[in-house]
């Protein structure tokens, strides 16, 4: 045992049993004083901008609660009043249709990207270029989106036309504002998306393509038959991370489209504001966002199952 | 076609100075390539545009938008956006000749994250150490309850803590908006505690021999030994705060306490009647852009190897 034991434990180990009162003290006596000024702060911060607003929150969706007044408590009058609002289920609807346009083009895209750096180039340069529309906000991407496909000036809809296309009112249109809004956001995380699959590729071990190209295994092949299927642990965590950032899509929309045309593109963090701070319903704005709060859960946790069922491929 | 499998460059050197080595061409390598820079080309070209338009004149913008260089040139837009230029200069180029100053959202923005960024990471470090390094009870029922804030989604808690705020009468102000992020993120502290758990005890354990408490350890030995985890934490944490968007929108709301993100989109709604004053708001993009972008160039090596899962083991 204490042969194989690494050098750094034994030396703690024995630097304990050795010097007693030094180091270590007896068992007994912990450093709880001393752990309690360290996380003081932190401690302090977790419970008052973590814990006491989501028990505070929980409450308030159980209020009606004019942001004037004082919270009046109505039971479960909220979630009642929710299920029959068709904003609601419409911006329920509007916000699963973004999710899923956006996490499978980025989804794709980044495994594109990263697969063809791991092949091509693991130059430092060309990952930071890949990262840097990520640097920018949400609200700058969104604006600099908003100029190139605007209708009359924007570069997209001039190359459309000079190839002979009808121009297209990209955030204006009924059917196109999510699925521009969703492009826009793909252009921003792709890279860091793609950056995040690129490191999971390099726990991929060499050996494994090496083996696959002396039996004459194809790229191609090769990559379906070793990086995706070892890739999968790896795209399950990257997709808990971005599925669950992409639920709460709010500043594109808020910048660009507000919502419409009509309820085109209110999606459900922005009609969560809406009802809080621009109608004043704060109990009902906290019962939908306890709503997406359940929804991400769940969503999580789906997730993480399919993770750990995946752990097990690269043993 | 074998060879292109060989994964690392210097396997791939091997063989270049054997048989199979350097084909010179091959039709599967050339395609990716060409997929790689049209990435790259669609990843730069709206900072290309960003800056083609605001070196332009908004006016001239609509008669000519399919150029590829400025369209009249002039630094009118940052001229106005800047509050450098007069009402009637800023309405003559296209601008709304409404009174902006990005100095002034530039500084709120610098104060909002640079504060936010340097308590959350220090304290984030101190509990960090807690967690890693000191035994008392219930140490890992905390942890973990503060992991689990993770789970909880901004917007969330964003509607309580607005109303704490404002009942504190901190709406508008610097404080009101800093709080929520000064003290700790779950993740800041999942982070470090990583970290300080791999640190090697050795250095440690002889400083507390000779009689070093926590406190210097902390300060004299982890900290100065993590350095290099602790800047790739600040300037992650700063993009974050820098791009932040929702707490700053809602909490700083008058002139004094309005960050960048929220300016851009109050300039973008002041639309003069000519239409969008498109240079002046590309060169206001241009300016909440820049000083990322500039920490970025000073530290892009390290960011960009620091993504990966490494921290969570």
Do not use: C
């Not at chain 2, 404080?175 to 993120?185: H, N, Q, R």
């Not at chain 2, 973008?268 to 206001?284: F, I, K, N, V, Y």
């Amino acid at each position: 045992m204490s042969t194989t034991t690494p050098p750094v434990d034994s030396m703690t180990v024995a630097g304990a049993s050795t010097v007693g009162k030094g180091s270590d003290r007896p068992p007994g006596r912990s450093d709880l004083s001393m752990a309690l000024v360290f996380i003081a702060p932190a401690l302090f911060g977790f419970l008052v901008f973590y814990l006491y607003p989501t028990i505070r929150g929980i409450y308030f969706s159980l209020t009606r609660y004019n942001i004037l007044g004082r919270p009046h408590f109505i039971g479960l009058g909220n979630y009642t009043k929710l299920f029959g609002d068709a904003l609601f289920w419409n911006s329920m609807k509007v916000t699963l249709e973004y999710v899923a346009l956006n996490i499978l083009f980025q989804t794709v895209l980044a495994v594109g990207i990263g697969v063809l750096m791991q092949r091509l180039t693991k130059n430092t340069a060309v990952r930071a270029v890949i990262l840097l529309p990520f640097l920018i906000s949400n609200v700058i991407a969104a604006l600099v989106w908003f100029l190139m496909l605007d209708f009359q000036v924007g570069i997209v809809n001039e190359i459309l036309a000079d190839i002979g296309l009808d121009r297209i009112t990209f955030f204006g249109g009924d059917a196109t504002a999510i699925p521009t809004i969703a492009a826009v956001n793909v252009w921003r995380h792709m890279g860091y998306t793609a950056l995040l699959i690129f490191a999971g590729l390099q726990t991929i071990p060499d050996y494994v393509y090496e083996a696959a190209s002396v039996d004459g295994s194809t790229e191609w092949r090769s990559f379906w038959r070793i990086t995706l299927p070892l890739l999968r642990p790896i795209l399950a965590l990257v997709l808990v991370i971005t599925v669950t950032g992409s639920f709460q899509i709010f500043d594109t929309v808020n910048v660009t489209t507000r919502g419409g045309p009509g309820n085109a593109s209110r999606v459900i963090q922005y009609y969560i504001v809406q009802k809080g701070f621009t109608e004043g319903q704060f109990g009902y704005a906290s019962a939908i966002s306890f709503v997406l709060f359940v929804i991400l859960a769940i969503v999580a946790l789906v997730q993480l199952r399919l993770l750990n069922a995946g752990e097990s491929d690269l043993a | 076609m074998v060879t292109t499998i060989a994964p690392t460059s210097t396997s791939r050197k091997q063989t270049a100075t054997g048989t199979r080595g350097r084909k010179p061409v091959n039709p599967g390598r050339v395609a990716a390539w060409a997929a790689m820079i049209i990435i790259i080309l669609i990843t730069l070209f709206p900072f290309y545009w960003m800056l083609r338009t605001s070196f332009s004149t908004s006016k001239a913008l609509f008669l000519e938008p399919g150029r590829l260089g400025p369209v009249d040139f002039t630094l009118g837009a940052y001229k106005r956006v800047l509050g450098l230029a007069s009402t009637t200069e800023a309405q003559a180029e296209g601008g709304s000749g409404a009174s902006v100053d990005f100095f002034l959202y530039l500084r709120n923005s610098t104060i909002f994250a640079v504060v936010a960024t340097a308590g959350q990471v220090f304290f984030s470090a101190l509990a960090a150490y807690a967690f890693a390094r000191l035994k008392w009870p219930g140490r890992d029922v905390v942890f973990f309850a503060f992991l689990t804030a993770l789970m909880v989604p901004p917007i969330f808690t964003a509607l309580p803590n607005f109303i704490l705020i404002k009942n504190l009468g901190l709406l508008g102000t610097f404080p009101g908006l800093i709080a929520p992020y000064f003290f700790m993120t779950p993740f800041a502290i999942f982070f470090l505690r990583q970290f300080f758990l791999g640190i090697n005890r050795e250095v440690e354990e002889a400083a507390r021999l000779d009689g070093a408490g926590h406190w210097m350890v902390f300060f004299r030995i982890v900290l100065p030994m993590s350095w290099a985890p602790i800047t790739t934490l600040s300037i992650l944490t700063l993009i974050n705060m820098w791009n932040e968007y929702l707490w700053p929108l809602l909490v700083g709301t008058n002139e004094s306490t309005r960050v960048l993100n929220v300016a851009l989109g109050v300039f973008r709604s002041q639309t003069p009647q000519t239409g969008p004053d498109w240079a002046g708001l590309m060169a206001a993009v241009l300016i909440a852009a820049l000083p990322l972008l500039i920490v970025f160039m000073f530290f892009a090596k390290r960011i960009v190897n620091s993504i990966g899962f490494s921290g969570s083991k």
